[in-house]
Structure formats: structure tokens, C-alpha cells
């Protein structure tokens, strides 16, 4: 059971951690292959950019679940308790707002690109464009429990600040 609540807390970053070592490993190869070899893969850019994509949008759920993106937080610890505590909840709630519109629009557009392929490999086109309500529906997932438990306790961390993780 203990593996599971493992993977269950951490198959995000593992899988942002994977995204972003096969985007090393291909960019080396097609430099490799590009200067050493004198033939340059036609796929390795495409794959690297759709890589790319996937990991960032995957990222930022994973900034939502460690507390770990870009806030100015010496403004909100000079406010008093009920301040700070209303503050954490408008800054959840706009970013709330951010990942529903992301849901929404990111299956929107995810459809609306549905029969356009790729240039090299000819996949669907829509791959680039469906981490965005993937994201959105991850962040949702992550800030929603993390927004009761700053209401209910102002002093409520729902994940260590990134400077305290190792």
C-alpha cells in the first residue's frame, strides 16, 4: 500500500523528470547524428517540441503541488492572520479560475484541431495541444483541497516551499 501512496504523490514528476531526459537524449542524438553522422533525423525537432509541451504544462501542476510558483510572499507575511488567510484564498481562487478556463478552452481547442496532422511524422496535430486541459484538470484536482485547508487553518502549507525540498 505504501508504494502505491508513493506513486500516487509523486507519477507527476516522475513523468515531467522522463519528459524532459528523452528531450536531452534526442536533442544529443540529433546533434550526433546532425555534425558527426552527416544526416539529420527529419523527427527528433517535432518529437523535442511535443515533448516539450507536455512537460511544461505538467510542470505547472506540479509547481501547484509543491507551493512552488512565483508569488511575492514577504507582502502576504507582513498582513495580519485573517488578511493572510483571505489573501491565500484569492490567490487560490484566481488560480482556480486559470485552470478551469484551461480545462474548458484546452478541450476546445484540443477538438477544434482535431483533423490537422503533423508536418514530419504526420501525427495528429491535437497532441500538442491536449496537456493544456490535462493540466487544467490536475491543477483543479491539486487546488481544490489545498483552498479548504487555507481556509480552515491560516498557517496551512499544503506542500513544502520548493526552497525546503532537497
Given at each position: 500500500?505504501?508504494?502505491?501512496?508513493w506513486l500516487y504523490a509523486n507519477l507527476i514528476e516522475w513523468i515531467v523528470g522522463v519528459l524532459l531526459l528523452a528531450i536531452v537524449l534526442i536533442t544529443i542524438w540529433q546533434v550526433f547524428s546532425r555534425y558527426i553522422l552527416n544526416s539529420p533525423l527529419s523527427w527528433s525537432d517535432e518529437v523535442?517540441?511535443?515533448?516539450?509541451?507536455?512537460?511544461?504544462?505538467?510542470?505547472?501542476?506540479?509547481?501547484?503541488?509543491?507551493?512552488?510558483?512565483?508569488?511575492?510572499?514577504?507582502?502576504?507575511?507582513?498582513?495580519?492572520?485573517?488578511?493572510?488567510?483571505?489573501?491565500?484564498?484569492?490567490?487560490?481562487?484566481?488560480?482556480?479560475?486559470?485552470?478551469?478556463?484551461?480545462?474548458?478552452?484546452?478541450?476546445?481547442?484540443?477538438?477544434?484541431?482535431?483533423?490537422?496532422?503533423?508536418?514530419?511524422?504526420?501525427?495528429?496535430?491535437?497532441?500538442?495541444?491536449?496537456?493544456?486541459?490535462?493540466?487544467?484538470?490536475?491543477?483543479?484536482?491539486?487546488?481544490?483541497?489545498?483552498?479548504?485547508?487555507?481556509?480552515?487553518?491560516?498557517?496551512?502549507?499544503?506542500?513544502?516551499?520548493?526552497?525546503?525540498?532537497?
Open positions: 500500500m505504501a508504494a502505491w501512496r523535442a517540441q511535443l515533448l516539450l509541451v507536455w512537460a511544461a504544462f505538467l510542470g505547472s501542476a506540479v509547481g501547484i503541488k509543491r507551493n512552488s510558483h512565483l508569488k511575492i510572499d514577504f507582502a502576504t507575511a507582513l498582513l495580519p492572520t485573517p488578511a493572510r488567510r483571505f489573501a491565500t484564498l484569492l490567490v487560490n481562487v484566481l488560480v482556480l479560475v486559470v485552470a478551469i478556463s484551461m480545462t474548458v478552452y484546452g478541450w476546445q481547442f484540443y477538438f477544434n484541431t482535431a483533423n490537422d496532422t503533423s508536418t514530419s511524422l504526420g501525427f495528429p496535430r491535437n497532441l500538442f495541444y491536449l496537456p493544456i486541459p490535462i493540466s487544467g484538470m490536475l491543477m483543479i484536482a491539486l487546488l481544490i483541497p489545498a483552498t479548504i485547508s487555507s481556509v480552515r487553518d491560516p498557517n496551512y502549507k499544503y506542500a513544502r516551499p520548493a526552497s525546503d525540498q532537497v
